[in-house]
């Protein structure tokens, strides 16, 4: 029977979506199983529950199948992605060990004072991964546990594992693992796996993306209701699918992903030093082998989104089929760019070169009302983002001449223009928002041989686009406030925020 189809599987922090599409990249079918919130504790603790990454699985799985009208054969292949960054502990039963450690955790900044004797030894990324490796604050915190740990694993490791029974996982979700980014494969270097607390056996297989890593078990198939013996292929982090699924795969395009964690990727079939002592931008393998992608960050981006949806838009009633976000969008699109003289620093996460940041809402007058605060935060997401990408491209020598944009923020009206405002470059939204899921489904299109190259899979599979053009005179304004408010904000606060912590942990009434 003619294989017609592809699903693409994006496991994200706050939910996961499963989407069929057709071979010209048209969705089919789509579901989506919400995560509960992660754990949160202290300063900087955040966990997913024990169950709560494969329940979403096997629920997006069995929403989507439960539309599918067709026959199991017509599915080529399953694509899969997920959240980068986050850490799975398996012991030799494959139980996890304690609950996922979210890429948003913390604790990792504790590690310092053990790889202290490695710094001199291994290269400034290397020592990034000793510092961020979940192994020491296991062994420091469960020494116990972190004893029986057998794999430890990516959330795209642990899932594939669940789907079709080995330890497998793709080289291009290297966020915290011992990846050898410019040469796609796993480091050499006893002092590294020393460095980081762990054995070369506590390893996934890693294989590239587009590698058909096995087929659905029959008891992955009851749980999901996916077709047993469906192949399912290696993916890639889910940024870097997002950029596959929105085309951008040329020297000088540029995706920016509105999602839990807002990003800019450039991408280059030539390896972009991260000249990581400069700390300016991460490099990751891409969905496309022997590609890379250098990344600018708003850490926690449109996550504030639904912080602001959660706590600050209560009460709110939108119309019949309007999300609160679509309500909000809606108010916020009236208030004039630069929101009246609001500024918002969106730190709601602290990162490594700013280690006592925090939120920051600036210049409340009487004018300035809710729908000046949701879009005060949109732009001050993109501002930093723009920041972080000057930065970037500075260290890179990299230029920017187009930006794409997806992922579930890019419904925002507000946030698109914004970009394309801020940037002073024209923007180009995907058609399909869920590029993350497309981008899996065209991995997993690659590896059943459905087309003989990524370049042809997102010919066929490609997107079609919206067109936004920067305003000239936005672009001052926004300009002037990053130079003049922006970008001095830190230099002047930091010893206040700085000063702010202290006094907060003192007195944490939680540490009693």
Avoid at 83 to 105: A, E, Y
Avoid at 246 to 253: A, N, P, V
Avoid at 258 to 286: C, F, P, S, W
Wanted: aromatic letters at 8%; one cysteine or more; a negative charge.
């Amino acid at each position: 029977m003619e294989k017609k189809y592809v699903i693409g599987i994006d496991s994200g922090t706050q939910s996961t979506r499963a989407i069929l599409f057709d071979l010209k990249g048209r969705k089919q079918f789509s579901a989506t199983a919400v995560h509960p919130g992660l754990i949160l504790g202290g300063q900087n603790q955040a966990e997913h529950d024990f169950n709560d990454l494969y329940n979403g699985l096997c629920q997006a799985c069995q929403g989507l199948m439960a539309q599918f009208d067709g026959q199991p054969e017509e599915i080529a292949a399953i694509g899969l992605t997920a959240q980068r960054g986050t850490t799975i502990f398996l012991d030799k039963h494959n139980r996890q060990v304690c609950r996922p450690v979210s890429w948003m955790d913390g604790r990792w900044k504790e590690n310092e004072p053990i790889i202290q004797k490695w710094k001199d030894k291994v290269d400034p990324w290397q020592y990034y991964l000793m510092n961020y490796s979940r192994m020491h604050w296991l062994r420091k915190n469960n020494p116990e546990g972190a004893d029986t740990v057998k794999k430890y694993l990516t959330p795209t490791g642990y899932l594939s594992y669940r789907l079709v029974g080995q330890h497998m996982d793709t080289l291009s979700n290297n966020l915290g693992m011992p990846i050898d980014r410019e040469h796609w494969c796993l480091y050499e270097e006893d002092e590294l796996y020393e460095g980081m607390g762990l054995t070369r056996d506590q390893m996934a297989s890693f294989v590239l993306p587009g590698t058909i890593m096995g087929t659905v078990t029959r008891k992955a198939a009851e749980k999901t209701g996916l077709p047993p013996g469906c192949k399912v292929a290696a993916g890639a982090g889910d940024k870097q699918c997002e950029v596959l699924g929105s085309g951008t795969l040329s020297r000088g395009q540029a995706y920016i992903t509105l999602g839990t964690m807002t990003g800019l990727n450039i991408v280059d079939d030539v390896y972009i030093e991260d000249a990581y002592q400069k700390m300016k931008h991460r490099t990751y393998t891409a969905a496309v082998p022997g590609c890379w992608h250098g990344e600018a960050v708003s850490p926690r981006g449109f996550w504030l989104v639904s912080w602001f949806r959660d706590n600050l838009a209560q009460g709110l009633l939108p119309e019949p089929g309007q999300s609160l976000e679509e309500l909000l969008d809606s108010e916020a699109v009236n208030i004039p760019p630069g929101s009246e003289g609001l500024i918002t620093i969106p730190d709601w996460k602290t990162t490594w070169d700013k280690p006592y940041a925090r939120g920051t809402y600036m210049g409340f007058d009487i004018r300035h009302k809710r729908p000046h605060m949701f879009r005060s935060l949109i732009e001050g997401i993109i501002l930093q983002l723009k920041l972080s990408t000057e930065e970037m491209c500075a260290v890179t020598g990299r230029q920017i001449s187009e930006i794409r944009v997806g992922g579930g923020g890019s419904k925002s009206q507000v946030a698109l223009q914004a970009i394309a405002d801020i940037f002073g470059i024209p923007v180009k939204k995907s058609q399909e928002a869920e590029t993350c899921s497309l981008g899996a489904a065209i991995c997993a299109a690659v590896g059943a041989e459905c087309f003989g190259s990524y370049t042809e899979a997102c010919e066929a599979m490609g997107q079609h686009y919206t067109r936004y053009e920067p305003n000239p005179k936005h672009h001052t304004l926004y300009m002037d406030l990053m130079d003049e408010v922006v970008r001095p904000y830190y230099a002047v606060n930091e010893h206040l925020l700085k000063n702010l912590s202290d006094i907060t942990k003192k007195n944490d009434w939680r540490a009693e």
